[in-house]
Every structure is written in C-alpha cells, then in structure tokens.
C-alpha cells in the first residue's frame, strides 16, 4: 500500500511538473483565453463559441461581457503572425499566435 501511495504521489507531481502534460492542446488554449468547456455544442448566455475543448469532444465558450471580446466582434479579423497589418486591433483570435486586424 505505501508503494502504491508513493507511486501515486510522483505520478501527481509530475503531471504537475510538466506543462501541458496534464490536459489536451484545445483545452489548454481555451483555458488561456479564460474559456469554460461545456458539454453541449451550443453555449449558453452569455457566453459564445470559441473553439473546442478536451480533444474537440466539448466546445469552449468564452464570456461576451468581459473584457476578452472576439476579433469579429470588434469588426476585425483575424490573420497568422506573417501578415503584416496596417492597424491592429484588441480581439482574441482562435490561434493564440494570430493577431486582429482592422486593415491588412
């Protein structure tokens, strides 16, 4: 029983250890942009889609009356790191790299 115990007890620790080791890329990146996974396809009010959660079984819904808005709903839109913009503008995108523009 103690070596189960002790066993237990390192696994725990290195989950917590390694970053990303413990949950799934989509869920991780939901969770960064203050996200919840919900068990439905839709989410409820007032929250609003944003990706998927836990290996795209959940959808990741994220708060419309915070302060974290989507780019489309800033009337931007959002373009990968390599683009450059003429004007950028505050709005989360789903690929945590891509930025929100308001102009390419």
């Not at 919900?38 to 409820?44: I, L, Q």
């Not at 007032?46 to 708060?63: E, N």
């Not at 390599?82 to 523009?101: D, N, S, T, Y």
Request: glycine share 6%; proline share 7%; hydrophobic share 30%.
């Amino acid at each position: 029983m103690k070596l189960f115990s002790c066993f237990m007890s390192l696994l725990l620790l290195l989950l917590q250890a390694v970053p990303g080791l413990s949950l799934p890329k989509d869920t991780l990146r939901c969770v960064g942009y203050h996200g919840f996974c919900f068990h439905s396809k839709s989410c409820p009010e007032p929250f609003a889609a944003f990706g998927t959660c836990s290996w795209r079984q959940k959808t990741c819904c994220i708060d419309t009356t915070s302060n974290f808005h989507t780019c489309q709903d800033e009337g931007g839109h959002c373009v990968p790191p390599e683009i450059k913009c003429l004007e950028e503008q505050v709005g989360l995108c789903p690929h945590r790299e891509w930025k929100c523009c308001t102009e390419v």
